[in-house]
C-alpha cells in the first residue's frame, strides 16, 4: 500500500481544525495509509533563516525513495478531483 505522510510546521491552533483533520485522515486511510507530522515552529526573526531552517528539518525526515510534493499557497490550483488524480498518478 503507498503511504502519504503529511508534514508541517507548527501545531493547529484551533479545536475544530484537529477534529476536522482526524476526519480527513480516517477518511483518506480507507484509500492509502495516511499520516501528518507537525515540526516544532522555528522561532527566528528573519523570514528567510527561518524558512531554510524549517526545510532543512523537513529534508532531514525524508528517505531517498520519497517523492515529494510542497504545497504552497502560490503553487499551481487544483480542486480536490484534480489533486486526487494526480496523487494517483
Known amino acids: 500500500m503507498k503511504k502519504i505522510e503529511l508534514i508541517s510546521v507548527g501545531e ?3 479545536k ?3 477534529e476536522l ?5 480516517q477518511k483518506i486511510n480507507h ?4 499520516s501528518s507530522r507537525s515540526l516544532k515552529d522555528v522561532k527566528i526573526q528573519d523570514e528567510e533563516q527561518k524558512k531554510k531552517k524549517e ?3 523537513m529534508i532531514q525526515l525524508l528517505e531517498p ?3 515529494v ?5 502560490y503553487g499551481k490550483k487544483m480542486d480536490s478531483l484534480k ?6 498518478d
Do not use: N, P, R, T
Not at 31 to 34: H, K, Y
Not at 83 to 88: N, V
Open 21 to 25: 483533520e482526524k476526519l480527513y485522515e
Open 12 to 14: 493547529l491552533k484551533f
Open 69 to 73: 510534493i510542497a504545497l504552497d499557497q
Open 31 to 34: 484509500f492509502v495509509s495516511f
Open 65 to 67: 525513495k520519497d517523492f
Open 16 to 18: 475544530e481544525l484537529k
Open 55 to 57: 526545510g532543512e528539518m
Open 83 to 88: 489533486f486526487a488524480g494526480f496523487l494517483s
